[in-house]
């Protein structure tokens, strides 16, 4: 008796296994989300060059909700435009719903049309400046990771914007 159990144990083991490995082999991996962002640029005096950006990823509001309250983070970086290499010029904290806004510069939160991101900094030297006087492009990436930062949510570049952010 006890060999007959072990045998039908074992086939049952073998198809659970079996099962599994087919499972496992069609899963196709989740993509990073879709949006859209922007980004501008302003000089105001005694502040010098600021950089702002915006985007949203289009959710509905359970899913919404669903990533924000499970820690989503987001945070921006702005690089130069070139067409060799694309310099890095600055990288900002990283923000939850439940820290945001941090450093009064990264925001993550709800709205009806799903996660919003904004993003704002500011400095007084110039480090936007990454080409010869009027010829500076930047443009920036919105980074939002699942809570506890476990995947990546969405990668939005944003429009490239020109200018002379120079001396």
């Known amino acids: 008796m006890n060999k007959r159990f072990t045998k039908l144990a074992a086939a049952a083991l073998a198809g659970a296994i079996g099962l599994t490995s087919a499972l496992v082999a069609t899963a196709s991996p989740a993509s990073a989300a879709s949006g859209t962002a922007k980004i501008t640029v302003s000089h105001s005096a005694g502040v010098g060059w600021c950089a702002s950006m915006s985007g949203y990823i289009p959710m509905g509001a359970y899913e919404t909700h669903g990533y ?78 699942k809570g506890g930062g476990e995947g990546l949510l969405a990668d939005i570049k944003t429009n490239v914007v020109s200018g002379s952010y120079g001396f």
Do not use: K
């Open 68 to 145: 924000l309250n499970n820690g989503a983070m987001f945070s921006f970086e702005v690089w130069g435009d070139d067409p060799i290499y694309d310099d890095y010029r600055y990288g900002s904290p990283w923000a939850t719903q439940a820290t945001s806004p941090v450093a009064g510069e990264v925001n993550i939160f709800a709205s009806s049309r799903g996660i919003e991101l904004r993003g704002v900094h500011c400095q007084v030297n110039y480090w936007l400046n990454e080409d010869v006087p009027g010829d500076d492009e930047i443009f920036a990436h919105l980074m939002v990771f």
